[in-house]
């Protein structure tokens, strides 16, 4: 049996900056929209979320991602309908898949819409 490989398609990822990343944890209330964690007010500073060097565990499981609904992987992207908030262990849950229910994106909170 022949063995099938995979081929790597390399895009280029889209960075959002430090400002727009605040503004998307804000305006979704600092909550995780698949599990309802909302992250603590006096760990919400951007030296405290951004640093590559935090360790202590609490601080990777429970801080939160800007999440493609649709992963990188199957050809997700940054668009406003395709990204909500995630806390860490959501995120590592979901990985390259897809959550199967309905879950708030950027473009809800903009519209100002419930799900």
Request: overall charge positive; aromatic content about 8%.
């Amino acid at each position: 049996m022949a063995r099938q490989t995979k081929l790597k398609i390399d895009r280029p990822r889209k960075k959002l900056s430090l400002q727009m990343k605040l503004k998307i944890r804000e305006a979704f209330g600092w909550e995780c929209q698949y599990c309802g964690y909302v992250c603590p007010e006096d760990e919400r500073a951007p030296h405290l979320i951004y640093e590559a060097n935090l360790n202590h565990d609490y601080a990777k499981r429970q801080r939160l991602h800007i999440d493609r609904i649709v992963p990188c992987a199957q050809g997700g992207t940054y668009h406003f309908r395709n990204i909500t908030l995630a806390c860490g262990g959501c995120n590592r849950t979901k990985g390259s898949g897809t959550f199967t229910g309905r879950v708030r994106t950027f473009a809800d909170v903009l519209e100002g819409a419930d799900v």
